[in-house]
């Protein structure tokens, strides 16, 4: 386990709400409740190693309908959905909308826990990854545009000469970008270059 994982718990019955803010924390979660959807989009701040469950029916917006503002808003945390009355289309849809799990009540505490460790766990590698394609875009946003164009050409396997070519310069100032952006990536080798591309491309995926 990376860190302290964190719950966030939304459901408009305050008896319920609060019963499993003590399950939680008596597990040692960091616990974070909100009696409504609108409140918890307007304050939630996103975590890493965290969890989020959600009451599928509630006043306004239902769980579904929150499940669906999360993606729209680019907030990449895993849900379980929780009722007294899922059927299995609702269930079927709420899987297909991205839920890592819909549990019927009433709920078990011992495996309510377990789904969302196993959740956190199980969509870490993701979250790793995304942390490394913006680490690498964040390193290529640091290049020139031609630099840019250099580190590309680089990567495909290009020569100085060849590059010098392409791009209508000398190669001795192919040979200065690509110090230049080496240093400014703190890289050394092509190999390494290559991989921040494929980073970068891994974010479009």
Known sequence: ????QSVAIVDDDDFFRKAL?????????????????????????PKEE????????????????LLDRLKDRGIDVPVIIYSGNADV???????????????????????????VRMAIAETRP?????????????????????ELEVARYLAEGLSSPEMADVLSISPR???????NLFRK??????????????LDELGDS
């Open 185 to 198: 990536l703190e890289i050394k080798s092509i190999a390494a270059l290559a991989r921040l591309f494929v």
């Open 89 to 115: 289309p609702v269930a079927v849809q709420a899987m297909q909308a991205g839920a890592f799990a819909v549990i019927q009540k009433p709920l078990s505490s011992e495996l309510l826990i377990s789904q």
């Open 173 to 179: 100032t192919v040979d200065a970008h690509r110090t």
């Open 50 to 65: 965290a969890c989020l469950i959600l009451d599928l029916r509630m006043p306004r917006i239902g769980g579904l309908e």
């Open 126 to 146: 993701r979250r790793a990854r995304r942390l490394q394609v913006a680490a690498a875009r964040a390193k290529l946003g640091l290049l020139t545009e031609r």
């Open 21 to 45: 803010e003590r399950v939680f924390r008596s597990a040692g979660f960091r616990v974070e409740s909100f009696a409504s959807p609108e409140t918890f989009l307007a304050s939630y701040i």
């Open 1 to 4: 386990m990376s860190g302290e």
